[in-house]
């Protein structure tokens, strides 16, 4: 499935194409080596959220060498347990590899009708606009907070009853109570399964926003040509609590100006055609070229001959 552009920039974003706060799920994997990036986006007339998850492959082989083991007496390990994770929120593989290098994946939810899943977990962004004016160009700023600015407060907010979220099940894990009233593990935290995740250091961890948008901008982010008229933006910054920004910078042609400049090139257009068409009076011919002299014809020459 291809990732969409976009042409038009909207004063509102809702959560397109997009890393969103879920994204920081990523930050339970150590801390650095891992990265998880989630998209919304329409294929075929059908609305899709994906998640692309990438853990560098010695930290994968780190954590699979301290899985917990599950209730069935069988012990975790990093591709079975993502499955389950997203399986959980109605996900299914597209992909999923498992190296030297990396374990890498994607995972693809289709929504038919409703909202999508970043929908209603999202964030939305609120660009601020500031212009200046030339003869023929103005110059336009759009600026929006960066979505991960509070990511981390959220994360550290998140109490240990909460699930309802991939961030959220990333942290507590997933469980259920018998009829005895007894709490049962359904999928255990990152750090229960994985304990060498824990202790890690979370601002290592860098995430990115990336959006699609016309080539013919300049940005505060890095920018990859997707085709002749789009590129994709990406603003990254670390999980921590410093705010950042997004900023995108283009131009938009000034009309006046070029009505201008228009009417200017047409008025002299008119002129230098008024000018090279314009019919001169003939000048008078000499005494010599009007020989021999036929008086009825030069009648307009005053030179006092008799007629």
């Known amino acids: 499935m291809s990732i969409p552009t976009v042409k038009s920039f909207n004063k509102r974003v809702a959560r397109i194409f997009a890393l ?98 970043l929908e209603r977990h999202g964030t939305t962004l609120d660009f601020v606009y500031e212009y200046v004016d030339g003869p023929f160009l103005r110059t336009v700023t759009a600026t929006a907070q960066n979505p991960f600015n509070d990511v981390r407060a959220a994360f550290d907010a998140i109490p240990p009853d909460q699930t309802a979220t991939v961030l959220q099940q990333l942290k507590n894990g997933s469980f259920a109570f018998d009829e005895f009233g007894d709490r049962i593990t359904i999928l255990p935290s990152v750090t229960d399964a994985f ?4 202790g890690s250091s979370l601002d290592g961890l860098r995430l990115n926003y990336v959006r699609a948008q016309s080539s013919r901008m300049e940005s505060s982010g890095t920018a990859t040509k997707l085709d002749r008229d789009n590129s994709a933006y990406m603003f990254s910054r670390y999980f921590d609590g410093t705010d950042a920004e997004i900023v ?23 002129a230098v055609f008024l000018i090279v068409t314009r019919k001169r009076k003939p000048k008078p011919p000499s005494l010599i070229e009007r020989f021999p002299y036929d008086p009825e014809k030069h009648r307009d020459y005053d030179n006092h001959l008799p007629i």
């Open 20 to 117: 969103v706060a879920v994204v920081a799920a990523a930050v339970l994997l150590t801390g650095c080596g891992a990265s998880l990036t989630v998209y919304d986006y329409t294929s075929g007339g059908v609305r899709y959220n994906a998640y692309e998850l990438t853990i560098d492959g010695k930290i994968a082989d780190a954590m699979d060498a301290t899985a917990a083991y599950d209730a069935d007496g069988r012990r975790y390990d990093v591709p079975s347990y993502f499955r389950a994770l997203f399986a959980s929120f109605g996900y299914e593989p597209e992909r999923a590899e498992r190296t030297d290098k990396a374990y890498s994946a994607r995972f693809v939810k289709a929504f038919y009708n409703g909202q999508t899943d």
């Open 195 to 198: 304990p060498f995740a824990r």
């Open 248 to 270: 995108f910078r283009y131009k938009r042609p000034m009309l006046y100006g070029w009505y201008i400049v228009a009417a200017a090139a047409f008025g002299l257009t008119v």
